[in-house]
Every structure is written in structure tokens, then in C-alpha cells.
């Protein structure tokens, strides 16, 4: 029937509300558009701009500033090229390659094996490593091996994956010192024993002061020089007043007497040695000469050690704070024609002091080099006294 109700008619379905239709605010749109990183990039811009400006301001500004000009609100081009585009790109360069190498840096570096770390003390004479505080010292030494070995390569790793702009600001931010492109007089490339023998053997055989005749050649210098002087007035005031030409006399007297006594002993013991066969064992005939000539230098540097100590040792006798030692003279007090006078002048007595410096000077100036006395020549060898001890002396010894 029409009146009959079913669930149809009972439950009608459900309306749903229209949907809203409506624009999006001003202040919507904005929030959804908001990045962070734009606005970031943007500060970044207006900070590089603010600089720029401020360095043009400061280039400007010192060239002229008692006849500044206006600021001028339009630059040209090539103004706006070298003083903005230019340093917005030096200082963005300069930014990325800082961000990259603290970037680099932060990455972590293979650690040294304690391999590496036990070889290195297994090369350390065991001597060095017994002690107080040994340990200690050895930890320390391990910790900055360590920390060398981290920063080398990191920035090891660091040259390799960048390349550093040319830009003079850099070289002021960084302090570190630039490495080495390659290994400087290493090569690793062969194993270094038998090149380190090879030469060992070439510098022996060119080394001619490890010789064993240049041993035996030290040990007779030594003996025959070690305490003796070639003149030694430290007993002279023993002795009592001396005046000045028997002064010089003596200083003549005994010159002589050391010349002859080192020559008859010492130069006599050198000559007795090279006139043995076996003195030349293991000199190759091409070699005699580089020989000959070790064994004057060796011979003049003993014969100048013994002049030198000679004349300091003079010298020292006229020392201001030490008078226990100085010499006697004996000195007249004369009064002629209403004037007083020392005799021997004071000019006179000077002159009898340095004349001792002089004659050690010319002590031992004749004597042969082994290569002449073996050959029959002239040549002498070179004895003298180096210029600025004469002078060391003589200005010492007049101002005593």
C-alpha cells in the first residue's frame, strides 16, 4: 500500500555539507612558500654586499680625502665590474673553499698502526731507552709522533681533493705552512743498503783523514804540544827586574831554542813515519797528492793551535784583574834640564811587549811539508797566524 513504510523511506541518505570555496590569505600563501635556506641565502648576499661596499668605500676614501667627490647614486659598469662583481666573487670563492676544507677536515683520518709505532722505538738504542722517566718521555714522544702523523694527513687528503683559489686573503687566514709537492732528496723507489755502502766506501777512500797515518799524525802533535809553549814568561817576576832589550832578547832566545827543540823531536818523528813502506797502504797512486796535501793542512792546523795558545797565554799575563804573573821592568827615573822622565819611555816598553807577539808569529815559518822533504822541494808549510788574532792580541795588550 501507499502507506507502507520501508527502510528506504525511513533512512534517507545523508546530505554532505557543500564544500568550502574560498582563496588563500596573503599571510597563508607566504607561510607556505617560507625556505628557510632562501632567507639564509639572502643574508648572505647582503652581508658580501655590505663588505663589498665597505672596502670600495675605504679604497676611495684614501686615495683623495681632502677632495672627496659626492656620492654618486648610478656607478658605471666597469665601476660596479671591479669594485662589486669582482669582490662578491673573491669572498664567495673564498667562503666555499673554507666551508669545503672544514668540511674535509672533519672527516676521519686511518689511524697509524702500532706497527709502524713499535718499529720506530725498536730503532732507539736500547741505552737510551733505560732510565728515570724513560716511560714517560717515550709516551710523549709517541703522542706527538701521532698528532704529526694525523695533521700531515689530513692535510694530505686535503690537497688532494680541493684546489685552493688563488686569493692573497687565504695565505693571511691560513697559518700552516705549505707541504712539500714531492719528497725532497728521497727516493724510495730502491732499497737503499748496498747505494749507502757504495758510497761509504767511495768517502773512505776520499777521506783521507781517516787514514790511520793521520791518527798516528794526531797522536805526535798531541804529545809533543799539549803543555808546551813557545815562549812562556809566566816566571818572569820570579826572576825579578828585566829591561826591555833583554826582554826582547829572551823572547828571541827562547823562539829559537822551541823552533829547534820541535824540530828535532816532533818534525823528526813525522818524517820517521813516512819513511816507512806501509805508510801508504790503501792510497792508489792517482790519490797521492789529495794525500800530501791532508797531511799539510793537518800539519799547519797543529803547528797555528800551538802559535795561538802561545800568544793568548802571553797575552794573559797582562791581564788588569790579575797581576800575580806580570812581567818586572825595570824602568829609570831621570831629571834633565828641569824635566822628569821614565827610562825607558813608555813608547819603548810597548814596543818590547808586541815585539814578543811578532816573534811568535815568525816561529816556525820554514818548515817543509812532507811531500818536499820526500821530493826535495821548497814548499813550506802554512804556519802563520791568523791575522785577527795578531790584531786581538796587540789591541788587548795595549789597552792593559
Partial sequence: TSNKRTLRTLFRPAALPPPVISEMSPSQKKLLAYHKGKEQQQMINQLLIDRALEVCYITTGETDKRNAAPPITELPSTVRKYFFIEPLKILSFQADYLFLKKCVQSNPVVPIQQRWLRSMLAMVPQSLMEGRDREL??????????????????????????????????????????????????????????????????????LHILHPTMKTLLDFGYTAFFNFLVVDFSSSRLKGQVDCKSFKTDASLSCSKAEEEIMSTWYQRVTDLFSQSDVLDGVKLDQLEPFYNCVAVLMSNQLKELLQRTTEVFVKLFDPEDRSRLPLFKMDLTFDENRMEFYPSLQDLEEAILFVVDCIGQTLQNVRTIRAWLTGGTATLDAELPAHTVQWAKSTLRKS
Fill in 137 to 206: 718521555l717515550t709516551e710523549d714522544l709517541l703522542k706527538e709522533i701521532v698528532k704529526d702523523y694525523e695533521t700531515s694527513m689530513q692535510r694530505c687528503v686535503l690537497r688532494r681533493a680541493l684546489i685552493k683559489p688563488d686569493i692573497q686573503e687565504l695565505d693571511k687566514l691560513e697559518d700552516e705552512a705549505s707541504l712539500p709537492l714531492l719528497p725532497l732528496g728521497l727516493d724510495f723507489s730502491s732499497t737503499w743498503r748496498n747505494s749507502y755502502i757504495r758510497a761509504k766506501r767511495q768517502i773512505i777512500s776520499m
